[in-house]
């Protein structure tokens, strides 16, 4: 990333009412030049909405949005020096692929358009389409048309809305490889809205989760996936396993906490709920973090590792890994993902087991949240 | 057409292959298209081929009409009546083309913009049609009728000025001068040209409206590139279905207009109903469906909307 913030996307305490429903809390954003930024969400989170106000398409209720040091709340889209891919495309039918890309260019009353667009063609590979219309195409090769036809205008910001929701999951795979190399190669600022976590993860540096018109977190993939902090984020993000627990003592940087029976310790940095003595907090750990060992080898797991008893009720194999659904005191239904290094064969259901994890694997949450926030929108996602 | 014909798939995709199970789903799509066929052979061929034998046909009514193939009965009709067809093509081009400046608006109001009004809207376009034709047309006459509110408004602006200098009225009278039976024709034919419009206006995405704002177009510019070409197959349709009926049209031209505003309608109507000369009237039939189709083609060829309907 340069010095150069003229491709800054800054929106301050930006809003936006449809009467009495709030599709967007007042929000303040900062994109940095160059960054692929993704807003991910669940439909209906005020996601797009948001990006419609950076595009223009949107009038804010409140707040401002500024391109560099430019303030464009007041300019129309066709003002702005933004463009956008639009989910399922909006190419127009009536015109050739040739035409689609120089769009943009002959409205902004540039004549000699053939060498751009025959070179932003062969950038997506369809110089061979070009006499082609859009219907002749398949949704992949239409897909990176509309990226095409965005792109060849330079803009300071490229806005993504959904652009790859119509593609079967091979393509869009491909398509994220694709967006990515293309993002680097251009150095533009991407502005990418999604549903899908994984695709978020994949491509973008910063993540925004939204929620309800909010932004519930904003960091790095894995800051997110490693750090959550609030259920939603821990929920729609992967999947998390939460122990109700209560404060015991504190030593050093750790937290020591009750639980049931036991004890569970958690990092102080890692707990994003206030810690007084008594106090309640939610302990969060990743299935892929927890290690199950059978009951009768309880005594090999090293000290210092948090435990929890519990049987196995439902296990299903998966190929790289196997999948365990433990019941302890604590959690009903906790999840657990082994590798499929050296299988246990006495790990079925029924089978007594400890589970133990790293105490830096815990993470703290505040306990005044409904736990099954964001379950639902992540499955579906 | 030709799909028809081809051999439907299959009723059941799992039918074993053996034995050609499909003989009966074979004849589905002819039996489909026999009442259709019946229809259009008992009330449009067999008329047409009636109308084609009497228009070549020479007698009177006392002795009885002969196919004698006078085809002279054509080259009479046409260098008389003349006056009457270019009057036909042109108050029918001018009804249509105010129905498009009046029916586009309306059209794209409605597709874009009517919001939870649009049905009301759409009830409003239709509603004429819940009266007859002639009612409708007989309520224009008393409308422009002279010395009334309308044409004493036309004259305070001076517009009658303006239509008698372009030789579409006379003097201070708007009724029994062209400038009615044009806007009769236009009245009549509004719907018509609305509803495909409409159409086609509606299918419009209006994503490609934002797409081509998105992309520098001014509201100008994105009616001009986008919205206008997409919606050709409802204008080329809505013009159609106003200047093809607009052309036969008699109705109006008789009930606002003069003898100095006959059009072809008129004259094949005198002829078949009042003369009794049913060559001559089937003949000036023929060569104004010849001249339709004649326009009409060369129309659809040129604003190439081929791959677009």
Same mark, same amino acid.
């Given at each position: 990333m340069t010095n150069d913030t003229s491709g800054d996307v800054r929106l301050s305490g930006i809003a936006k009412t449809y009467g009495s429903f709030t599709a967007v809390h007042p929000l303040d954003l900062t994109v940095p030049q160059g960054s692929f930024f993704a807003l991910l969400g669940a439909s209906g989170c005020g996601k797009t909405t948001t990006l419609r106000m950076i595009a223009g398409l949107e009038e804010p209720s409140a707040g401002t949005v500024h391109l560099g040091d430019q303030d464009v709340t007041a300019l129309p889209p066709y003002k702005r020096p933004v463009n956008t891919v639009f989910q399922s495309y909006a190419l127009f039918p009536h015109l050739d692929i040739f035409e689609n890309v120089a769009f943009g260019l002959r409205r902004r009353g540039i004549k000699s358009v053939k060498k751009q667009v025959g070179d932003m063609l062969d950038l997506v590979q369809l110089g061979e389409q070009a006499r082609k219309k859009p219907h002749q195409l398949s949704g992949g090769q239409q897909q990176r048309v509309a990226v095409a036809r965005a792109l060849i205008n330079h803009p300071k910001v490229l806005l993504l809305d959904e652009p790859l929701g119509a593609l079967d999951l091979k393509l869009r795979r491909q398509m994220q490889l694709e967006l990515k190399r293309i993002q680097t190669e251009v150095g533009i600022t991407f502005v990418h809205v999604t549903h899908d976590q994984e695709e978020a993860m994949t491509m973008a540096d910063t993540v925004a989760v939204m929620n309800a018109g909010r932004v519930e977190q904003l960091g790095s993939p894995t800051d997110l996936y490693e750090n959550p902090r609030t259920t939603f984020v821990a929920n729609f993000l992967g999947t998390s396993n939460f122990i109700e627990a209560e404060v015991d003592t504190k030593s050093g940087d750790d937290i020591v906490l009750k639980a049931g029976g036991g004890k569970l310790v958690l990092p102080e940095s890692r707990c994003a709920a206030a810690t007084t003595t008594g106090g309640k907090v939610l302990v969060g750990v990743r299935p892929e973090k927890i290690s199950l060992t059978h009951a009768d080898d309880a005594g090999e797991i090293p000290e210092g590792r948090n435990r929890i008893n519990g049987r196995i009720t439902n296990s299903s194999f998966i190929g790289v890994s196997t999948q365990y659904v433990v019941d302890s005191a604590v959690c009903p239904d906790f999840e657990v993902y082994v590798q499929n290094v050296d299988r246990d064969t006495r790990l079925e259901p029924g089978a007594d087991v400890v589970l133990h994890w790293s105490p830096a694997h815990t993470f703290g949450l &505040? @306990? @005044?949240? &409904?736990? &099954? @926030?964001g379950v639902e929108e992540g499955a579906a996602a | 057409m030709s799909t028809l014909t081809e051999a439907p798939p299959p009723l059941t995709p799992t039918a074993p292959e053996k034995k050609p199970p499909r003989k009966r789903g074979r004849l589905v799509p002819y039996w489909l298209l026999l009442p259709g066929i019946l229809w259009l052979l008992v009330f449009f061929a067999l008329p047409m081929i009636y109308q084609a034998s009497t228009s070549v046909q020479t007698g009177s009514l006392e002795e009885g009409y002969k196919v004698t193939w006078h085809f002279a009965t054509y080259w009479d009709a046409l260098s008389e009546y003349y006056p009457q067809f270019l009057r036909s093509v042109l108050y029918a081009g001018s009804a249509t083309i105010l129905c498009l400046v009046l029916g586009y608006p309306l059209a794209y109001l409605i597709a874009f913009r009517a919001g939870r009004w649009r049905n009301l809207i759409m009830i409003l376009v239709i509603a004429p049609f819940f009266t007859s034709f002639l009612i409708r047309t007989l309520a224009w006459k008393t409308i422009l009728a002279d010395g009334g509110p309308v044409v004493g408004a036309l004259n305070t602006l001076h517009v009658l000025d303006v239509t008698s200098w372009l030789g579409m009225t006379e003097g201070d009278r708007v009724l029994a001068t062209p400038l009615a039976v044009v806007c009769g024709l236009t009245y009549n034919f509004l719907p018509f040209m609305v509803l495909p419009l409409y159409t086609s206006l509606e299918r419009i995405d209006p994503r490609l409206h934002e797409a081509a704002n998105d992309l520098y177009a001014k509201p100008a510019t994105v009616f001009r590139r986008v919205t206008f070409p997409l919606s050709m197959p409802g204008v080329v349709s809505g013009t159609l279905l106003t200047f093809i009926p607009a052309a036969g049209d008699y109705v109006n031209a008789d009930l606002l207009g003069s003898t100095d505003t006959r059009m072809v309608g008129n004259v094949i109507q005198t002829q078949f109903l009042r003369i009794l000369d049913y060559p001559t009237a089937a003949a000036l039939s023929f060569i104004l469906m010849a001249a339709i189709l004649v326009m009409v083609t060369v129309y659809i060829r040129r604003s190439g909307t081929e791959d677009l309907v």
């Open positions: &505040d @306990a @005044a949240q &409904d736990i &099954d @926030a | -």
